[in-house]
């Protein structure tokens, strides 16, 4: 049996694979039907094993649930401790991703693949945990149950009655590079609940009643099975199409089934459907596409074969080939089929014998040890047939037939001149020459046609007695059947070796084609790029207009994206809604609303359509069966960048609630301690103001004074910052005069600035501003209260303003002598509750933060720098313009 090629969209994708894999830690999942079979048990022994080896590991989380036997394979392991998370009043503790990544070790354990962490984790799913562990070059283990997988929670909820509620998708299961599955029979398992080693207590009695049931742990198994199996079958193929591939292994059973235009492949399908469903074996529905084209009715009905197919579980492929046995069995040989169904010849057996048998004799010949089923059509779905059924598989235009007519004449008038010189043999020679030369130009027929033409020319014109058909001696006649048969032979294998060539050519293009658009998807850096390479490439491809639509805002409507050339009619967007509620193609060269202009493929991840995919060739043109299935392959690529993008908003939506969570948490936590200090010194000095002396009635009242003007900042700068992030801050510019700012800020703050050497330096002849006089000078006494809060008492701190008329701004500074300010910490000191590294306790950080909305609101900014010789300074650029007309006073 002839060696096949590796297949290139297998070679390409495990390419994919291998690359990406050589980037990352490696995955192994301890994989189980359902709670209670062994999985952390299994790890933590596999982690054992892995110790007295040497490997450098560490345990993340594990979840022994009280098991005794679990929790004695944790002794000797190295576990670090977990991140406590408040939430609602309660501790939650969770893996601390940020420990794992500082300690790096080679192997981490982290348990409950599908678990939910707790809000304020860095990441809403332990999956995404651990990715970031695998993109860090870290190794894991961990578990999974089939219930948590996204293809499969529907199943298990219809099984059991009990819905999934975390899941896992399976495009991040696919990362796993080992999976070890966890059997136990349902009455080992039962028996282990029954012996409270799976739930403790109330618990137990309620999962025997309604989860853990026979019948349900018998199905669960089955599916976890069958998953594991269909997992190991699919990294089979992909092993065996890396390679030069000659016979199948018969790991499992698998069928393939021809399928044509012809009205008996319904039949086909159906009976393959029902043999794989009685062996429990997968199957495949192959068209092989010729270089003769189809006509319109023959199209259709193979469509719907196909259709068929697809709706009854196969998996279609489309293969490019001019001999139907020989694709079959290459396709057979790629994908591991070991049965092989086609139906009974309908031709005259003369008719076979002429063509070197039928399409069962051929495969007979070259199936090997694959099984080959033959299957009669039914006398209702044949069709008589015609004379037209013998006409050539591809017809050859007029201008090839010319061109033999050409070069046989032009060969006839030359012979016609040297053949007294050179004799009859030279011209035979000649012509078989042509003839080879044709066979790389024009096609079979042609050819066929330029081998018997030259030598009854030949023969006629040149093998003596002349201008007969008759040929005088034996020898001449030998070499007359010789010729003949050369030139046949000889025109007919290399037509065979060109169509080939097409072929190979063809399913080259669609895996290049293939690498391109990952290639593009791999490198845009945004969905929008993303899209926008893959319609362009795909306008390239299909000479046609391309457009993409999904779901942006989740709202259950769909939007196309502005990347398309195909422009969305109503009646489009319509046929795009139905492909995309009904995860069906629709449209063009489908039955469904058929006369759209578009084709549209729903993108489907996971059993849910996340999008379409639009492509509009000319009305004068047309998508081949093989066009259509790469338009599919397309939208599975652009299917994948939809869910990576929307996986990777979803986890930045989860981290900014996390965030959110938290500066809720600290605001809660600041409010709380700023308002029981000042409210601790009301109430004590409340409770003494009836029986204390004059004396002390006076320190009472300043003490009153001075808490009631700390809860007054407090609402102040929560008020101050909430109409600054509502947009309700408007500011009303007037005509400002320096001093009068400065001396009314320094009235406010004369109390707090009492302990510090205190300076201003404001020019006399300093010209009017326009700014709002009540937040500057509320900005002016938060900046000096800010000195005077972070300052040792004593230290001096000095005031300037002035006026930059070369920059045309007005400017105020602020310096102490204080600790100063890190160059890192000088931004970051103008966020919401943010504070200085060596800070005082007490405030909520809002300070700066409010001073800069206030100067920026005004059309200003405010810089943090170093003071010269120590200390800190805020310098606070308002633009400056000067003032027509100062009025006297």
Known sequence: MAELRPDPDALLA????????????????????????????????????????????VVGLVETHGRAETEALLAGLPVLPRKLISHRGTQLSELDLEAVLARRPRLVLVDEFAHTNAPGSRHPKRYQDVIELLDAGLDVFTTLNVQHLESRADAVRQITGAAVHETVPDSVFELADQIELIDLPPEALLERLREGKVYLGDRAAAAAEGFFKDAHLTALRELALRFVAERVDKRLRELRALGPVKTVWRSGERLLVAV??????????????????????????????????????????????????????????????????????????????TQIVVGQSRSPRWLDALRG??????????????????????????????????????????REYGEVAGVLAALTLAGWFIVPYTGYISVGLLYLLAVIALSLRVGR???LAAGVVSALTWNFLFIPPLFTFVIGKFEDGMMFATYFAVALITGQLTARIRAAQRHERLREDRATALFHLTQALS????????????????????????????DQTEGNTLTPHFAGSFTMTEKECGVADWSWRNRKKAGRFTDTLPASEGFHVPLIRDDQAIGVFVVCVPPEASLTLAQRDLVESFAAQLALVVERERLRAASDREKLLAESEKLHRALLDGVSHELKTPLAVLGAAAESLAGAD???????????????????????????QTRLESGALQPRLDWCDAHDLVNAALDGVRESLAPHPFESAVPDDMPLFRADTALMEQVIANLLLNAAHHTPSATPIFLAAGVDLTRARVFFTVADRGPGLPPAMRERLFQKFQRGDAARAGGLGLGLSIIRGFVVAQGGEIVAGENPGGGAVFTVYLPYVPHEKVPLE
Not at 312 to 319: D, I, K, M, N, S
Not at 389 to 398: E, G, K, Q, V, W
């Open 445 to 447: 027929w042609p050819v």
């Open 14 to 57: 495990s390419l994919h694979r291998d690359e990406a894999r050589a980037r990352r830690g490696r995955l192994k999942v301890f994989f189980g039907m359902c709670p209670g079979v062994g999985k952390t048990y299994a790890m933590l022994r596999a982690a054992q094993q892995e110790l007295r080896e040497g490997t450098d590991l």
């Open 260 to 337: 044509g235009p012809s009205p008996s492949s319904t039949q086909l399908v159906r009976w393959t459907r029902r043999m794989a469903a009685a062996q429990g074996a997968a199957w495949l529905a192959v068209s092989v596409e010729s270089s003769r084209p189809l006509a319109a009715e023959d199209q259709r009905r193979l469509e719907k074969n196909l259709t068929l197919a697809r709706e009854l579980g196969a998996e279609v492929v489309v293969t490019h080939d001019d001999h139907i046995a020989d694709a079959l069995i290459r396709v057979a040989l790629q994908n591991n089929a």
């Open 694 to 720: 004059e004396t002390t009635r006076i320190h009472l009242a300043a003490e009153i004074r001075t808490a009631t003007r700390r809860l007054n900042r407090l609402v102040n700068n929560l008020l101050d």
């Open 523 to 550: 490198a845009a850096r945004t969905l929008d790029d993303a899209v926008f390479a893959a319609l362009r490439q795909a306008d390239t491809l299909f000479a046609g207009r391309t457009a993409l639509l999904f």
């Open 357 to 398: 048998g039928s399409l069962v004799d051929r495969l007979l010949r070259r199936c090997g040890p694959i099984d080959l089923y033959v299957v009669p059509a039914e006398r209702a779905a044949e069709n008589p047939r015609t004379w037209l059924d013998l006409r050539p598989a591809a017809a050859s235009p007029a």
